[in-house]
Nanobody, 114 residues
Framework: QVQLVESGGGSVQAGGSLRLSCVVSGSILRFNVMHWYRQAPGKQRESVAQMFRGGSTAYADSVKGRFTISRDNAKNTVHLQMNSLKPEDTAVYYC????????WGQGTQVTVSS
């Protein structure tokens, strides 16, 4: 059974930074893609960042240059470094892992105040 556990959410002022972490049960390299999604109140869940097994990354236009996804294979952990945070980044952030299906974490709240 695949388990993903996020941590690192919290409340910050605009311009601040947060680092989210997602610990995956078993080897993280089993997964084709590691994702970070977010869902703001009243909005659809959206993809924020992806890291493919080979190490390449992709970002939503809204976070390019501010967010960085990274991976620690030894610790089976994926991170999302979020800098220059804006109020519109406020959302529940979810880690997800794609193998034969998409596995989800429980989410962590990020709140950015102006």
């Amino acid at each position: 059974q695949v388990q993903l556990v996020e941590s690192g959410g919290g409340s910050v002022q605009a311009g601040g930074s947060l680092r989210l972490s997602c610990v995956v049960s078993g080897s993280i390299l089993r997964f084709n893609v590691m994702h970070w999604y977010r869902q703001a109140p009243g909005k659809q869940r959206e993809s924020v960042a992806q890291m493919f097994r080979g190490g390449s990354t992709a970002y939503a236009d809204s976070v390019k240059g501010r967010f960085t996804i990274s991976r620690d294979n030894a610790k089976n952990t994926v991170h999302l470094q979020m800098n220059s945070l804006k109020p519109e980044d406020t959302a529940v952030y979810y880690c997800a892992a794609m193998m034969n299906e998409l596995y989800w974490g429980q989410g962590t709240q990020v709140t950015v105040s102006s």
